[in-house]
């Protein structure tokens, strides 16, 4: 069984400020993890995904995650923060082979101008 | 390149009419395909996947069905609606063991 856990509902953030937002995973296996962005009333849209290859994976629109198998943890991160980047934020497991998904409950995150 | 698209964008139905989702993929041969529910606030979850023509699970028992009439066609269908039917339906797709590329969504309404 895996589960995923988005330790913040909601985060505030300032524009031009770092933004960090926590994702701590459960999995019996080695997973695949992956980070997705919605804006109110779209679709998901893929911003990065780790398959055990390097543990610093890059995304795009300048956000990047780490993996950390020690405190299996997979948190998103982006040195600064730009208007544009106000949306929900959900982190993803995969359930086997990556063709199964598990949701986290998702991040809202605010950005103040 | 691949293009996932979704129609209706927006629907509202009237409680006990049917329904009919549709959700195409250009681009690729034999994805999976999965539709998801959006409740509002909430999280996603998976109704439907299928890995091929007529071959489809079921992840929660409700009164909604799909099918696959074609590799690329995925339709989402109810033939009576329930209130706790209304939210976002989202339609995936993804190749064999890689990540999912999701559809614009439809935002169903049912009063």
């Known amino acids: 069984a895996q589960s995923v856990t988005q330790l913040d509902s909601h985060v505030s953030v300032s524009e031009g400020t770092p933004v960090l937002l926590r994702c701590n995973y459960s999995s019996s296996y080695s997973p695949s993890l992956f980070w997705y962005v919605q804006h109110p009333n779209k679709g998901l849209q893929l911003l990065l995904k780790?398959?055990?290859?390097?543990?610093l994976v890059k995304g795009i629109n300048g956000f990047e995650a780490e993996f950390k198998k020690s405190e299996t943890s997979f948190h998103l991160t982006k040195p600064s923060a730009h208007m544009s980047d106000a949306a929900e934020y959900f982190c993803v497991v995969s359930r086997n082979a990556g063709n199964m998904l598990t949701f986290g409950g998702g991040t809202r995150l605010m950005v103040k101008p | 390149s691949q293009t996932i698209h979704q129609w209706p964008a927006t629907l509202v139905q009237p409680v006990g009419s049917p329904l009919s989702l549709e959700c195409t993929v250009e681009?690729?041969?034999?994805?999976?395909l999965y539709w998801y529910r959006q409740a509002a606030g909430r999280g996603l979850q998976l109704l439907f996947y299928?890995?091929?023509?007529?071959?489809i699970s079921s992840e929660v028992p409700q009164n909604l069905s799909a099918s696959r009439p074609q590799d690329r066609q995925f339709i989402l269908s109810s033939k009576k609606l329930l209130l706790s039917d209304s939210g976002f339906y989202l339609c995936?797709?993804?190749?064999?063991?890689?990540?999912?590329?999701f559809g614009p969504g439809t935002r169903l309404t049912v009063t």
């Open positions: 995936a797709w993804s190749e064999q063991g890689n990540e999912q590329y």
């Open positions: 681009g690729t041969s034999n994805p999976n």
């Open positions: 299928s890995i091929g023509i007529d071959q």
């Open positions: 780790y398959t055990s290859a390097a543990t």
